[in-house]
């Protein structure tokens, strides 16, 4: 697309919603296929990652066991946690209009270029037990040194 000028990107990467704000020609059919394809390439595999857990969930509904529960959120939470931050940031982004003018873009791009996948291994190692033993323990040391 060409450019009005020497502009910069105001964001820490190239992104389409930013390109497309710097364009010289006529943005609106830009702005359909850049939503079609992130209705294609985000809600599709959303739904099937959500599928599979809705799948997952009947399963484990059919057991006969008061654990039911815990096994549910034990083999989906985590999991789930994960996609809910990264789908949901980025759907946000990239189905808003692209008129809205707020610095909420860099922000959102940031989490889920950086935040997200830095997090996501804290947030599937916190389902085992051993790491969970470790974090009480160096939280009861941190509180018991803080008292002395």
């Not at 059919?29 to 294609?40: D, L, P, Q, R, S």
């Not at 083999?75 to 931050?85: A, E, I, M, W």
């Not at 980025?90 to 997090?119: A, C, D, H």
Request: with cysteine.
């Amino acid at each position: 697309m060409p450019r009005c000028g020497h502009q910069e990107v105001d964001n820490f990467s190239c992104e389409m919603p930013a390109l497309i704000k710097m364009a010289c020609v006529y943005s609106k059919v830009i702005e359909v296929v850049v939503f079609a394809f992130g209705v294609v390439f985000l809600l599709v595999p959303l739904s099937l990652i959500l599928i599979s857990y809705g799948v997952i969930t009947q399963a484990v509904m059919r057991i006969k066991s008061a654990a039911r529960c815990r096994k549910i959120l034990n083999t989906c939470g985590s999991n789930l946690t994960v996609v809910s931050l990264f789908y949901g940031t980025i759907i946000y982004m990239y189905t808003k209009p692209q008129t809205s003018t707020s610095q909420n873009g860099k922000l959102l791009s940031l989490f889920y270029t950086i935040v997200i996948p830095s997090f996501n291994p804290l947030i599937h190692t916190l389902r085992n037990k051993d790491v969970k033993s470790v974090i009480k323990r160096i939280l009861w040391i941190k509180k018991w040194l803080a008292k002395s």
